[in-house]
């Protein structure tokens, strides 16, 4: 767990910068509800989107509520946020969501657990251990949940530097995700590096291929570690060469062309596994 004045740092240049947020739909709220925006800062969509998962598959219901955004210079109690980070709240960095706030069901009590109720709360403790569950490819435990220290109940923070919400969410510890067969979660996609195969792809990446039942109906797992080790790392093998370029045309028929929006679009994908080894 950070310290509220290390991610102040972390994310010192966002401070009071409302230019560049994602606007995101979380829970049914957000887009395209124009009124109330969901706006968080982009590198930690893919946080909000596993977030959301756990929610859904814990039957958590849709949410009234979701407060993003604190404008400045308003920062925590009203004080004022200073440029020093003094007195801002995460908010003020679009890096919280209060979700159901206040009447809908998820007060701020003001004081540390246990000294409030689960039954005066819309979150089931289940519900905050499986988000807390949640963790990035780099072992980060990306959020922080206010209701444990100060009976912020409806608060959920970003909790670690930007580095690491770039590192990608590690979807085997979100509860609920479950990708169709044969398609891939192209978030899932991005954090794989998979226009990027030469300098990125480990053994441990093709077993979550074929866990996401990303794969060749003409060869296995087996198969392709066993291109992997004949020539580790070896952009110029033949062999290496072949596959990459084939899985990179696969991948480039999977992308829409032109289509740059929200990661969190389901697309279907398959390596087809038409190589000739070497
Ligand atoms: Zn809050």
């Known amino acids: 767990m950070a310290s509220t004045n290390a ?10 910068d409302t230019t560049g947020l994602a606007s995101i739909s979380f829970l049914s709220r957000g887009e395209p509800d124009t ?3 969901v706006l968080v800062q982009p590198e930690v969509v893919e946080i909000w ?20 955004i604190r404008h400045c210079p308003f920062g925590i109690g009203g004080k004022r946020c200073e440029p020093s980070g003094k007195n801002c709240s995460l908010h003020n960095y679009c890096l919280a969501l209060d979700i159901d706030p206040w009447g809908a069901g998820n007060p701020h009590f003001k004081r540390p657990w246990p000294m409030w109720s689960w039954s005066k709360v819309k979150f089931t ?13 780099d072992k980060s435990k990306p959020l922080r949940w206010l209701g444990w220290a100060i009976g912020d109940t409806m608060h959920w923070e970003i909790d670690i530097p930007p580095a690491s919400a770039m590192s990608g969410v590690d979807w085997s ?21 998979l226009n990027d195969w030469v300098s990125t792809l480990r053994p441990e990446d093709i077993d979550q291929l074929f866990a996401l039942r990303v794969h060749s109906p003409a060869s296995g797992a087996a198969h392709w570690k066993g291109l992997l080790a004949a020539h580790p790392n070896a952009a110029d093998a033949d062999a ?27 697309s279907s994908y398959q390596i087809t596994g038409d190589i000739t080894p070497t």
């Open 173 to 193: 510890t979100v509860e609920g995700f479950a990708p169709p067969p044969e398609t891939l979660h192209m978030a899932y996609a991005d954090t794989l590096n």
């Open 7 to 16: 991610k102040r740092r972390w994310w010192a240049d966002r401070r009071c």
């Open 35 to 37: 009124v109330a925006k």
């Open 240 to 266: 290496w060469e072949n596959f990459r370029r084939t899985t990179s045309a696969r991948i480039g028929f999977w992308q829409p062309e032109g289509e740059s929006g929200p990661a969190s679009q389901p």
């Open 49 to 68: 989107e596993a977030v959301e998962t756990v929610l859904r598959n814990t039957e958590y219901g849709e949410a009234d509520v979701v407060g993003s």
């Open 125 to 137: 403790k289940a519900q905050v251990r499986a988000v807390e569950a949640i963790r990035m490819l």
